[in-house]
């Protein structure tokens, strides 16, 4: 059963050891929902903290998963860890009956700017590296299609930042894709419009807030992301 309140204080609490480490504070760009959640607002919960490692070698990478273990350790029990070949990995169980955290640091070089993606934002008087609008953007694009796998709050998310007129890195799409944006932003229609209805409420239930916005999800969520996704193209040509 997911405590939010718990969840949130858990979570915060982590983001300030990392950032309160000078060792490491530097290396790590905070992204992903948690970070739309924390800094813009994005309406739906989220549980796990996803970071870039800004300048990749492995010196900084045994770095800093050494003191992700560290301070997830003073939390609760390291369920899991690893160093894979694109991706520092620790799971985090703070209480038997608590959902657990999942750390997650990309360590794939893809662009060689990549800090230029990260603005300084300010949490409860911690100064934190945040990626920006354009780029959580494109990488939530990316995400819908390169997971394998549908996940609705990828498009839940989507929809979000498209009414919200946010920007997207073509740059990113680009060099991850070889397509251009109005190319791979066709492909997302293409893939929304393939999700089943059964499938909309899915990893979506605990993280939204009434049965009134779980309504307009299961009603509206899948027909409002595919027009966003047609209006943007649209105003591209």
């Not at 050494?66 to 390291?78: F, N, R, S």
Request: glycine share 6%.
């Amino acid at each position: 059963m997911l405590n939010k309140s718990k969840h949130q204080l858990v979570m915060g609490q982590i983001l300030k050891d990392i950032y309160s480490d000078i060792s490491i504070s530097s290396l790590l760009g905070f992204k992903g929902g948690t970070c739309c959640y924390f800094f813009y607002d994005l309406p739906r919960f989220s549980v796990d903290l996803d970071f870039d490692l800004l300048i990749v070698n492995e010196e900084n990478k045994q770095k800093v998963f050494d003191k992700i273990v560290g301070i997830l350790g003073k939390y609760g029990e390291i369920k899991d860890k690893h160093i894979k070949h694109f991706t520092i990995f620790v799971l985090l169980s703070y209480g038997d009956a608590d959902h657990n955290i999942k750390i997650e640091i990309n360590t794939r070089e893809l662009l060689p700017n990549i800090r230029e993606q990260f603005e300084m934002k300010e949490y409860l008087g911690i100064s934190l590296l945040v990626a920006k609008r354009e780029y959580l953007f494109a990488g939530k694009l990316l995400a819908l299609t390169l997971r394998g796998e549908v996940a609705m709050r990828d498009v839940y998310d989507i929809y979000y930042f498209a009414k919200n007129y946010w920007g997207i890195d073509e740059n990113v799409i680009n060099i991850v894709t070889s397509k251009s944006l109005m190319e791979y932003l066709n492909d997302c229609i293409i893939f929304v419009e393939k999700v089943n209805d059964n499938q909309i409420m899915n990893g979506l239930g605990e993280v939204v807030g009434s049965e009134k916005e779980k309504m307009w999800i299961k009603n509206n969520l899948k027909k409002e992301t595919i027009f966003m996704l047609k209006s943007r193209l649209m105003v591209m040509k």
